[in-house]
C-alpha cells in the first residue's frame, strides 16, 4: 500500500486501569497472554502492505522501546520505510484525549518528507483485526477527504464516551458529536472506533491552523468542518475491543474464551504479530485440571484453573483453584491458595494457602512485583 502510511497514537497513558503499572503506556499493557494492547493496531498496518509507520511515543517510552525495538517481528526493520518512533507532547493523566493535534504537529517533518497520499491514524488501546486496503479503496473510489471507520450497536455502547455518527445514504457524514441526541441518532447507533484515514495535504493544513491551540483533537477540527470536507464512514462489521478502564481490560480479555471472538481476531492470513520469545511447553502435572482457559507458553501448572487466561512462564503450585483471573507473565501461585476475579501484573509471588476473592463488578487487581 504506497499511497499510504500509518500513524499510531502510542501516548495514551494506563492512569485509567488503576493498579496495573502506572509508568507504562496504555499500548504496552499486556493483553491475551502473550501480546501488546498496540500489536492489534500495528499488526493491521502491516498486514495491510503498510511499510512506513510513526509511532507517537509516551513520555515514560522504556516499555515501548523494549517491546518494539527495531520493529522486526513486524517486518519494519527495513531501509525503506520502516517504524519510526516519534515524540509525544501530550501527556496528560485525562485519558479521554485522543488524537491532539500538537501531537502531530511536532512530528510535521515526518509527514512532510513521505509522499504519501493518505495517512491511516489509529488509537492503542483497542484490539481488532482490521484490513485496511478496503478501506482506502472506499475512500479512494468516494473522493473522501477523510473516512472514519465505525461499527454498530442496537443498544448505545456501555464505557467510556463515543463520538457518534449521522451519515446520509451515501455514507456521507453530517453530524458528529459525542452526545447521541445533538447527533440526533437513532438506534442503531453508528460510533467511531478511533481508526480514520486522512488525505496528508488536508492534514497538513489542518496542523497549520489549529496545531498550536492548546489539546484541540482531530475530531473536533473534523466536526467543525464537515460542510466543507467529505467525510465518509466506513463499517468495520468484526470485533472491536477498547479498553478504557480495569472492567474494560478484563471483559475484553475474558471475551477471547469465546470461539467467534478469536476467529474475528486472529486470522490466518493477518496474524496478529508481537515480540518472539524462545520458550518450552507448558507443563502439566498430573493433579492439573484446566477448562475453558487461554495458556501460554513457559507455564507449569498443579492445580485447577477455570476461565482464565495466563501469560507465559505462570508457576500455579499444587491444590491451588484459580478462576475467572487474568494472570501476567512470571507470576507464582503458592500451593493450596485460592484465586476468583483478579487481575495480577507481572512477577507477582502469592504465599501458600493464600485465598484472594473479588467480585465480577469490582475486580481485585495486584500490582507488579507484589508479595502476597
Known amino acids: 500500500m504506497t499511497n499510504a502510511i500509518g500513524m499510531i497514537f502510542g501516548n495514551l497513558n494506563s492512569s485509567a486501569l488503576q493498579g496495573l503499572d502506572p509508568n507504562r503506556p496504555i499500548g504496552t499493557v499486556p493483553f491475551g497472554g502473550r501480546y501488546r494492547l498496540l500489536d492489534f493496531a500495528l499488526s493491521s498496518m502491516v498486514n495491510s502492505g503498510i511499510h512506513t509507520v510513526g509511532l507517537i511515543t509516551p513520555q515514560q517510552y522504556r516499555p515501548m522501546l523494549d517491546h518494539l525495538?527495531?520493529?522486526?517481528?513486524?517486518?519494519?526493520?527495513?531501509?525503506?520505510?520502516?517504524?519510526?518512533?516519534?515524540?509525544?507532547?501530550?501527556?496528560?493523566?485525562n485519558h479521554t484525549v485522543h488524537f491532539s493535534l500538537q501531537d502531530i504537529a511536532v512530528n510535521i517533518d515526518f509527514l512532510e518528507k513521505d509522499c504519501a497520499k493518505n495517512i491511516?491514524?489509529?488509537?492503542?488501546?483497542?484490539?481488532?483485526?482490521?484490513?485496511?486496503?478496503?478501506?482506502?479503496?472506499?475512500?479512494e473510489q468516494a473522493q473522501a477527504d477523510i473516512t472514519l471507520v465505525y461499527n454498530q450497536?442496537?443498544?448505545?455502547?456501555?464505557?467510556?464516551?463515543?463520538?457518534?455518527?449521522?451519515?446520509?445514504?451515501?455514507?456521507?457524514?453530517?453530524?458528529?458529536?459525542?452526545?447521541?441526541?445533538?447527533?440526533?441518532?437513532?438506534?442503531?447507533?453508528?460510533?467511531?472506533?478511533?481508526?480514520?484515514?486522512?488525505?496528508?495535504?488536508?492534514?497538513?493544513?489542518?496542523?497549520?491552523?489549529?496545531?498550536?491551540?492548546?489539546?484541540?483533537?482531530?475530531?473536533?477540527?473534523?466536526?467543525?468542518?464537515?460542510?466543507?470536507?467529505?467525510?465518509?464512514?466506513?463499517?468495520?462489521?468484526?470485533?472491536?475491543?477498547?479498553?478504557?478502564?480495569?472492567?474494560?481490560?478484563?471483559?475484553?480479555?475474558?471475551?477471547?474464551?469465546?470461539?467467534?471472538v478469536r476467529r474475528d481476531l486472529f486470522i490466518n492470513t493477518r496474524p496478529i504479530r508481537t515480540k518472539i520469545r524462545d520458550n518450552p511447553p507448558t507443563?502439566?502435572?498430573?493433579?492439573?485440571?484446566?477448562?475453558?482457559?487461554?495458556?501460554?507458553?513457559?507455564?507449569?501448572?498443579?492445580?485447577?484453573?477455570?476461565?482464565?487466561?495466563?501469560?507465559?512462564?505462570?508457576?500455579i503450585e499444587e491444590g491451588c483453584e484459580v478462576r475467572n483471573c487474568i494472570i501476567m507473565s512470571k507470576c507464582v501461585i503458592g500451593k493450596h491458595s485460592v484465586l476468583e476475579n483478579l487481575i495480577m501484573d507481572k512477577f507477582v509471588e502469592i504465599n501458600e494457602g493464600s485465598v484472594l476473592k473479588g467480585q465480577p463488578n469490582k475486580l481485585m487487581v495486584i500490582p507488579k512485583k507484589a508479595v502476597i
Not at 120 to 136: T, Y
Request: glycine share 10%; net charge neutral.
Open 283 to 315: 507443563k502439566y502435572g498430573k493433579q492439573a485440571q484446566v477448562k475453558n482457559s487461554l495458556i501460554s507458553s513457559g507455564c507449569t501448572l498443579e492445580g485447577k484453573v477455570e476461565n482464565t487466561i495466563l501469560s507465559r512462564g505462570v508457576v
Open 153 to 260: 450497536s442496537v443498544h448505545p455502547p456501555e464505557g467510556s464516551e463515543r463520538i457518534y455518527l449521522r451519515m446520509n445514504a451515501h455514507k456521507k457524514v453530517t453530524a458528529m458529536s459525542k452526545s447521541k441526541e445533538v447527533a440526533g441518532l437513532q438506534s442503531p447507533w453508528n460510533y467511531f472506533i478511533d481508526i480514520l484515514i486522512i488525505r496528508r495535504e488536508l492534514l497538513l493544513q489542518m496542523l497549520r491552523g489549529y496545531g498550536s491551540i492548546g489539546t484541540i483533537e482531530l475530531s473536533e477540527v473534523i466536526a467543525h468542518h464537515l460542510d466543507i470536507i467529505n467525510v465518509q464512514g466506513y463499517f468495520c462489521g468484526g470485533y472491536v475491543g477498547r479498553i478504557r478502564s480495569v472492567q474494560d481490560y478484563f471483559l475484553n480479555n475474558m471475551a477471547l474464551l469465546q470461539e467467534e
Open 120 to 139: 491511516i491514524i489509529s488509537s492503542s488501546d483497542q484490539v481488532f483485526n482490521l484490513d485496511f486496503r478496503p478501506v482506502l479503496e472506499e475512500h
Open 69 to 93: 525495538g527495531a520493529g522486526r517481528d513486524w517486518s519494519l526493520d527495513r531501509k525503506s520505510g520502516g517504524l519510526f518512533f516519534l515524540p509525544g507532547v501530550i501527556h496528560s493523566l
